[in-house]
């Protein structure tokens, strides 16, 4: 009697991969189109309307890169811990703490020069973030807490801290009841390129995807790392320190999420307010995934994705579409891409049946 028989694949072709995956965006952005025809809009142009929006001009170009910057971080932070086969979903709340920290360091020394506050507000980011992926460490290697539930569950205590603050203690005096901080001195502030929107920031994107690729191609410590998220009994058995390990990605993983939020407070609005919790971090963990946690891909992945962004603005304009949209799209290419992933390790083959 034959049947189907399912097979894992020794070694996944680099062009079978891409297509897999091409394929599975191109599905996700097919349901989104047959989402806006049941709501009556034109599927066609309305898909066709977000991609001019994101890169049809001069403008949404330089917009999807300044909204790429904080996305890249945020994917490097998750794709750290991705690597060990840890699943750290807190990256919003980290990126959170992150702007919080820098915002402290802003606020409490405004007089300082740029050369001494904006090194002072990274360092502030990186420890807060970093801080904030510890929680879920310690409770994992010594409570056997489930990290996806624990940094889930953070990210709405860090939001709500970030609310405390600036609807509290730090809300600016004279911002007519909005809840906000008052505005950074200059030397808070990192400066634009030319006559761009886009930040210096764009240059720590840079340093860390660098350090990210040489970390994991080049040190043993990342080697160790790689080889024990292949096979963590594995590594158990040959006397890794598979706990400092799990420690080790989730704090790294939050300072990079946390030095998204300095340059988004710094450099984008100059100042703390609810608004800057936009859903980056939980797009990171589209992007880390879509790249398959390669450095230069998710550049490319955060681009895209900032784009989306960015396209859908344009769309919610033109054809009255709900917001929510933008994140039922990001949603849907996480779904397939995961779909995605079974092709890349298993095939269909026919066999016989018992």
Known sequence: MFGLMIKRRQVP?????????????????????????????PPLSGMLLIFKGAFGSAWALEDCLVKAVPIFLCSLGV????????????????????AVGATGVALCFPGYPKGVLLPGMLAAALLAGGAWGLIPGLLKIGLRANEIIVTLMLNYIGILFLDFLVYGPWKDPVSYGFPMTREFTPGAVVGMIGGTRINWGILLCVAFGIMFWVF???????YELKAAGENPRAARYAGLP??????????????LAGTAGFLEVSANLNR???????GYGYTAIVVAWLARLNPLAIAVASYLLAGLRV????????????AAFGGI????????ILAAGFFHQYRIAPGSAP
Not at 272 to 278: A, D, E, G, K, T
Not at 329 to 336: N, Q, Y
């Open 242 to 255: 598979f706990g400092r390990l799990i420690v080790f990605v989730l704090v790294a993983g939050g300072g």
């Open 13 to 41: 072709g680099r062009w079978s991969t891409c297509l897999v995956f091409s394929g599975a965006v191109l599905l996700s952005l097919g349901i989104g189109a047959l989402l806006l025809a049941l709501q009556g809009k």
């Open 311 to 322: 396209g859908v603005e344009l769309i919610q304009l033109d054809l009255q579409v709900p």
């Open 216 to 222: 994991f191609r080049f040190s043993r410590f990342g």
């Open 79 to 98: 794709a750290v811990a991705f690597r060990l086969q840890v699943w750290n979903i807190g990256a919003e709340g980290q990126f959170a703490l992150g």
């Open 272 to 278: 703390l307010q609810p608004s800057i919790v936009v």
């Open 329 to 336: 799209l990001e949603g849907l290419i996480l779904l397939t």
